[in-house]
T-cell receptor, first 112, second 112 residues
Framework: KNEVEQSPQNLTAQEGEFITINCSYS?????LHWLQQHPGGGIVSLFM???GKKKHGRLIATINIQEKHSSLHITASHPRDSAVYIC??????????????FGKGTKLSVKP | AAGVIQSPRHLIKEKRETATLKCYPI?????VYWYQQGPGQDPQFLIS???????DKGSIPDRFSAQQFSDYHSELNMSSLELGDSALYFC???????????FGPGTRLTVT
């Protein structure tokens, strides 16, 4: 079983729809990252969370530490949001000083 | 704002050759992480450095070595290249081991 599980693996939405991507993890963490990867490979950091909720533009990320679960929401989705969204956690305990453990990503396609 | 710089962006090598990938972190960032993303795979942590010292080690083959220099840039040296080393290699930097990681554009290595 992977330490970081994302769902769904693939998601197709119509422009304007509200989108939710979920992430569950099984290890103790010090922070959780949501990343965006476009075709061609570049990775952009969207959020780093250790508790609560963060908002940036049309993106909202929440985390529930007790339930070991995080969600990424996209409001009023747009075709330019099409990308792979990756959840990654940082354990930060013991010998691990900050490296990330990645989920397998959610491939989002937003149709006009 | 300055971002993480990686060079080269693309590299083609033959089996058994060597390759050197370079990473220049964001100014005043003292921590560098290296990740490897195989085709269709999620990124895997290779190695990290904090203040020029190795801070953590992941699934880095013995054929690979890395270091961080006095100006905080890092180099990943890969010897006896194998076909399976073909991947996208990301470098990320953070202001501390606990800070948000910012990713470079990646170096796409193809081994033929």
């Amino acid at each position: 079983k992977n330490e970081v599980e994302q769902s769904p693996q693939n998601l197709t939405a119509q422009e304007g729809e509200f989108i939710t991507i979920n992430c569950s993890y099984s290890v103790g963490i010090s922070a959780l990252h949501w990343l965006q990867q476009h075709p061609g490979g570049g990775i952009v950091s969207l959020f780093m969370l250790s508790s609560g909720k963060k908002k940036h533009g049309r993106l909202i990320a929440t985390i529930n530490i007790q339930e070991k679960h995080s969600s990424l929401h996209i409001t009023a989705s747009h075709p330019r949001d099409s990308a792979v969204y990756i959840c990654a956690v940082r354990s930060g305990y013991g010998g691990s000083q900050g490296n990330l453990i990645f989920g397998k990503g959610t491939k989002l396609s937003v149709k006009p | 704002a300055a971002g993480v710089i990686q060079s080269p962006r693309h590299l083609i090598k033959e089996k058994r050759e060597t390759a050197t990938l370079k990473c220049y972190p964001i100014p005043r960032h003292d921590t560098v992480y290296w990740y490897q993303q195989g085709p269709g795979q999620d990124p895997q942590f290779l190695i990290s450095f904090y203040e020029k010292m190795q801070s953590d080690k992941g699934s880095i083959p013995d054929r690979f070595s890395a270091q961080q220099f006095s100006d905080y840039h890092s180099e990943l040296n890969m010897s006896s290249l194998e076909l399976g080393d073909s991947a996208l290699y990301f470098c990320a930097s953070s202001a501390t081991g606990a800070g948000e990681q910012y990713f470079g554009p990646g170096t796409r290595l193809t081994v033929t």
